[in-house]
């Protein structure tokens, strides 16, 4: 049930139903990108292929707080924006989604945990749960 869950899950996230409506933004949360299989993990292709898709579709990559501006002003943004972020600090968004990232021109909001940059995720013991 579980696997059955999480294809339905990565198959969603990877066909956008229909591009962003004028004035609309997308946001998209991730935390470790990484083919660990862990809970909070996402497979290093499929981040590729949404971050690609994205940019081939006419999507511009903004800031949080450049959405929270063009939504505080109501303003229609052409072309559509994209919100990414990142929870946590894991280091992969550095190694992985960065390079993805810049060949594209997208920019990216990272959250961390202060206190874990540089060691390991204390919060989650699970087996395969990435390094911060």
Do not use: N
């Amino acid at each position: 049930m579980k696997r059955a869950v999480r294809k339905l899950l990565l198959r969603s996230l990877l066909r956008f139903p229909r591009k962003a409506r004028p004035g609309e933004i997308l946001a998209l949360t991730y935390h470790s990108i990484d083919d660990s299989g862990s809970g909070v993990s996402f497979p290093e292709q499929h981040f590729r292929t949404q971050i690609e898709w994205l940019a081939s579709s006419g999507y511009r990559a903004l800031t949080a707080s450049e959405a929270a501006a063009a939504l505080a002003q109501d303003a229609e943004l052409a072309p559509p924006g994209v919100v990414l972020t990142f929870d946590d600090g894991f280091r992969s968004v550095l190694d992985r989604a960065l390079p993805i990232l810049s060949d594209v021109g997208f920019t990216a909001t990272v959250f961390c945990a202060a206190a874990y940059v540089g060691g390991r995720c204390g919060w989650d013991r699970a087996p395969g749960i990435p390094d911060l």
